[in-house]
């Protein structure tokens, strides 16, 4: 289409695409954006009609061949005129050579599966008034204390690349809370919550069971403020499923974890909360 290009976003238009996701309902972290461009800066395009912002993918790259598609939006009066396509093609560019993930809204699974993406499972966003309940583990501690490498090693089980320097900004962005469970002196999991724009969002949550992702889960939701909870959760775990209802949490809407490429291995079975619908 004249007037249109597609480029990389500066760090300043990736606010712009935050803003963006929240007016679509996804809910974005108040803070996410620099921890998001961190990762990969030249993993997020703008589509510009006449020199004016229409449309935003990210498309970021971690090492291990293995990529993540997220924030695929067109606005709202400049859809139906091949201004997602053209970006998504570029997007897909940026990924060759990789598998890729994306978590896609219901209404686009159709067109997702038509450039090679299957479905891998459901994530379930559950949602509700903050839960209240007292911890049995023997030690909660902030995460921050834990030596990185430990934290590293569960995420890197739970998650198809290696993201440290991610990880290392994911648990220390501004308002957010991570705590870990810590029993004999081992690791058990841990967990991040934040602020978003509707109240606070939990994730990652990893535990070796549902007994300690409960606890954990409790605990970060007694650290954040007003407002309701949210929970991203692996419908392949039914553990994760259980947690969500016996906190009192309910079904907001879904989406399909999909794969373009083979699907890598994840222990799902720790995985009680995924980190973003973003960036995976």
């Excluded at 501004?174 to 994730?203: E, M, N, Q, T, Y």
Aim: proline share 6%.
């Amino acid at each position: 289409m004249d007037g249109y290009r597609v480029r990389v976003m500066s760090r300043a238009e990736l606010d712009l695409a935050v803003d963006w996701a929240r007016a679509e309902g996804w809910n974005p972290g108040l803070h996410d954006a620099g921890a998001f461009h961190a990762v990969d800066p030249e993993g997020f395009l703008i589509g510009e009609l006449d020199g004016e912002p229409a449309a935003c993918l990210s498309v970021v790259r971690y090492p291990d061949n293995f990529g993540f598609l997220g924030f695929y939006i067109v606005r709202p009066e400049m859809r139906g005129r091949g201004l997602g396509w053209d970006l998504w093609q570029a997007g897909l560019r940026h990924l060759e050579g990789c598998t890729v993930g994306l978590d896609g809204v219901v209404a686009q699974q159709d067109n997702y599966r038509k450039s090679g993406f299957a479905l891998a499972h459901r994530n379930i966003r559950y949602g509700g008034a903050p839960p209240a309940g007292t911890s049995s583990v023997a030690a909660l501690v902030d995460a921050r204390t834990v030596p990185f490498d430990r934290l590293l090693d569960w995420d890197r089980a739970l998650f198809p690349a290696p993201r440290a320097g991610f990880l290392s900004n994911w648990i220390t962005l501004p308002g957010a809370s991570a705590l870990a469970a810590v029993v004999d002196g081992a690791l058990r999991g841990f967990g991040v919550i934040r602020p978003c724009h509707s109240g606070s969002k939990i994730g990652p949550l990893y535990a070796a069971d549902r007994g300690t992702a409960r606890d954990l889960a409790l605990a970060l939701a007694a650290t954040a403020g007003d407002g309701p909870i949210f929970l991203d959760v692996p419908e392949v775990n039914r553990d994760a499923v259980l947690l969500a209802e016996e906190l009192g949490l309910t079904p907001q809407f879904e989406t399909a974890r999909m794969y373009l490429g083979p699907a890598p291995t994840i222990d799902t079975a720790r995985l009680f909360g995924v980190t973003t619908f973003e960036l995976g």
